[in-house]
């Protein structure tokens, strides 16, 4: 699959959730019901596609300049209107068809990174304060499957920083995917039975690296020297 074929099947997504976009919408009596310079379906194509530059010079690039061009003030005030679950809709249709052939074996990463956000010492969930002497910041926590042949992400949970829990977020996007059959590969912080248990379930395999030292699984297996 080629990546003109993968941007038509992304494309394709975004205008099968536009079509339903009411149900998106945090007012879905009055969101998006008037024609505006930014209606719903682009709203969605300019999130997925806007890279690392500010709002206004992401537009600029958008509308070419026109004069057509809304302001990063509009941009912001469409934003708002839209749940996060369009997104994930967009993410899980557009996964389906990139996966659609069931009978081959995934071979699946997981792991968690940790991505700085705007600093907002209102959101204690988030909120990091190490010293006096440092400037405070906030963490989100992304925990992330990725297929290590297709090149792409099956399926990612964000938590706050200070709620993250990487085994309950591997569990969930384990008993939560439509893939009949795969191989998780990690590392030692995901050293667990619960972990090994929910994959088993699941039908898949696992291949998991384990502590040394006194303290992990492998004190209590019979293993070769």
């Known amino acids: 699959m080629n990546s003109q074929q993968i941007k038509e099947i992304l494309l394709s997504e975004i205008h099968e959730v536009s079509i339903n976009y009411e149900k998106y919408c ?4 009055h969101d998006f019901s008037r024609k505006r310079k930014l209606p719903f379906e682009l709203m969605l194509k300019n999130i997925i596609g806007m890279g690392s530059k500010s709002i206004t010079n992401e537009l600029i ?3 070419q ?7 990063a003030s509009a941009f912001v005030q469409q934003r708002t209107k839209i749940r996060p679950e369009a997104l994930k ?4 249709g557009f996964m389906s068809r990139i996966l659609a052939s069931a009978d081959k074996m995934r071979i699946l990463a997981v792991d968690g990174s940790d991505i700085q956000i705007e600093t907002n010492p209102k959101d204690k969930t988030s909120h990091i304060s190490t010293s006096i002497d440092k ?5 989100l926590h992304l925990n992330a499957l990725y297929d290590l042949e297709e090149h792409v992400y099956t399926d990612a949970i964000i938590q706050a920083a200070k709620s993250q829990n990487e085994h309950g977020a591997l569990n969930e996007m384990v008993d939560r995917s439509e893939i009949p059959k795969a191989l998780v590969i990690a590392d030692r912080g995901y050293e667990s039975y619960n972990d090994m248990a929910h994959i088993q379930e699941k ?7 384990i502590k040394d030292g006194r303290n992990g699984i492998k004190m209590g297996l019979e293993l070769p020297r």
């Open 61 to 63: 690039d958008i509308f």
């Open 135 to 139: 400037k405070s910041f906030n963490l």
């Open 26 to 29: 945090n007012d879905p009596k």
């Open 65 to 71: 300049a026109s004069g057509e061009m809304p302001s």
């Open 89 to 92: 809709a967009v993410f899980d």
């Open 203 to 209: 039908g898949w395999f696992f291949l998991i690296r």
